[in-house]
């Protein structure tokens, strides 16, 4: 039996596995993971991978020369969670019938891109290497490219497509001006007059209800809900992710509505020796705000850490501001610190014409975040001066039943 079992091979899941080897941890430990691929970054799947100065290999995130001490199961798709009773192990069901037994379970299983209803003929989503070889071996050069969603990844794809010498790159958002609702008005001006200038429309208030497609059966654009058609050689859809997280039902792992795992400030969750990490959980963590859900690279590395920490029984390392990054024509966006939402931002240099500003966001009179376009010292600067602060005690799961680290298993 493994001391330890990981269900999810990505970012969250790696880190974890890294962390307890680099604590001491000498027990078994095994990764369980529904890819083919070796642990890989995502966050050039929308810039310099689809681009096409990055391969494979260079995502990989396992050192060749110092590979983890790690039993790596790839290929195999968990279905099941039957937690063990009294100190008995837990059962990870495999697809195969099979199971892996363990007295330590970790969910890393992340999240799946959210598709534009069931029927996307010939349009591409963002999750995954298969999915950024297949759009990169779409012909793009000339190409009239539609992406839906004007979040993050939709507006890094869109930017990528436009180096990649699209004809026309059309940007369907429900927002009026992208990102707005949460960064506020002055990064989505900065932003709508950045993608301007490099010849990218950001079409607001655009609610895609449908991709069409042609006799080809390839994508022939996308049907607005106001009827208005954008015609398209190739359709991206980049509207979010959903916490792969079906698995855990029918266990007793309690997730919260959206599909999240809830977990206490440690990644512990309802069921004692079950633990989450990544954009599959939401953390209920005090300094970085209530029930936080994640869904960025930091996060995923904040909690391998802290959940590492917490199975050998060593000290929870401090808890860090959240922070985020995105890559948009060559500018680099930086978000540090929470935005619950509400924030007032102030304008403390630069301008919202495009490639450089910085933001500082407010919360009852207090700084709570900064935002930078090429910005990376002024950012840097700020997180530094956050003094980190313990995770605070007791913890949710504490009161529902013991955690054992592996030292008292
Ligand atoms: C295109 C793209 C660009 C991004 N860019 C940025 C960026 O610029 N900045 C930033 O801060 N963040 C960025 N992110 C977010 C960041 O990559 C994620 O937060 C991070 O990958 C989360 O790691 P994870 O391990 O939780 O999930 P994942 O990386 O999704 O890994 C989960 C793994 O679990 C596996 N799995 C799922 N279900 C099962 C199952 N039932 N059985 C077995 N295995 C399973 C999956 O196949 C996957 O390999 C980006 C994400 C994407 C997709």
Redesign the pocket.
């Known amino acids: 039996m493994s001391d330890v079992v990981v ?7 790696f880190h974890t596995a890294a962390a307890l080897r680099r604590l001491g941890h000498q027990g078994g430990l095994t990764v ?4 083919e691929h070796a642990p890989y970054d ?2 050039p ?2 810039k310099a991978f689809l681009g096409g100065s990055l391969t494979a290999a260079d995502l990989a995130l396992d050192d060749p020369d110092a590979p983890l001490d790690v039993v790596w199961e790839r290929g ?4 099941g969670l039957q937690a063990g009773a009294a100190g008995a192990p837990h059962r990870v069901l495999l697809a195969d019938g099979t199971d892996r037994r363990a007295e330590h379970v970790v969910v ?4 799946d891109a959210v598709r534009l209803g069931d029927h996307m003929p010939g349009a591409h989503v ?2 995954t290497i298969e999915d950024a070889e297949r759009l990169r071996a779409e012909r793009l050069a000339g190409a009239r490219v539609v992406v839906v969603g004007d979040g ?2 939709a507006l ?1 794809a869109a930017s990528t497509v436009v180096e990649l010498g699209a004809a026309s790159v059309v940007v369907a958002g429900p927002e009026e001006r992208p990102l707005e609702r949460r960064y506020g008005p002055e990064l989505a001006a900065s932003l709508l007059a950045l993608h301007a200038r490099r010849g990218v429309v950001c079409r607001g208030g655009a609610r895609a209800v449908a991709v069409t497609s042609g006799a080809d059966g390839r994508a022939a654009g996308v049907m607005l809900a106001d009827g208005t058609h954008l015609d398209a050689d190739v359709v991206v859809v980049g509207i979010g ?1 959903r916490p ?1 997280t079906a ?1 855990l039902a029918g266990s007793a792992v309690v997730r919260d509505a959206t599909g999240h795992v809830d977990c206490d400030a440690r990644g512990a969750t309802s069921v004692p020796g079950v633990w989450a ?4 959980a939401r953390w209920n963590d005090e300094v970085r705000g209530p029930m936080r859900c ?7 590395l904040d909690h391998a850490a802290t959940v590492a920490a917490a199975l050998v029984g060593a000290p929870a390392p401090a808890v860090t501001e959240p922070y ?4 948009q024509h060559g500018v680099m966006v930086q978000v540090a610190g929470h935005l619950a939402g509400g924030e007032r931002a102030t304008v403390l240099d630069g301008s919202v014409d495009g490639a450089d500003l910085l933001l500082r966001y407010d919360r009852d009179g207090e700084e709570v975040a900064v935002l930078g376009m090429n910005r990376p010292r002024e950012v840097t600067r700020w997180r530094r001066s956050r003094r980190p602060r313990p995770v605070p005690t007791p913890l949710v799961a504490a009161e529902s039943g013991p955690t054992r680290s592996l030292e008292d298993a």
């Open positions: 269900v999810g091979a990505g970012l969250a899941g369980l993971g529904a890819e995502r966050p799947l929308s195999v798709r968990v279905v890393a299983t992340g999240a963002l999750r993050f990844v890094e992710a792969a698995w990490v990544g954009d599959c994640a869904g960025h690279w930091q996060d995923a985020c990054w995105s890559e």
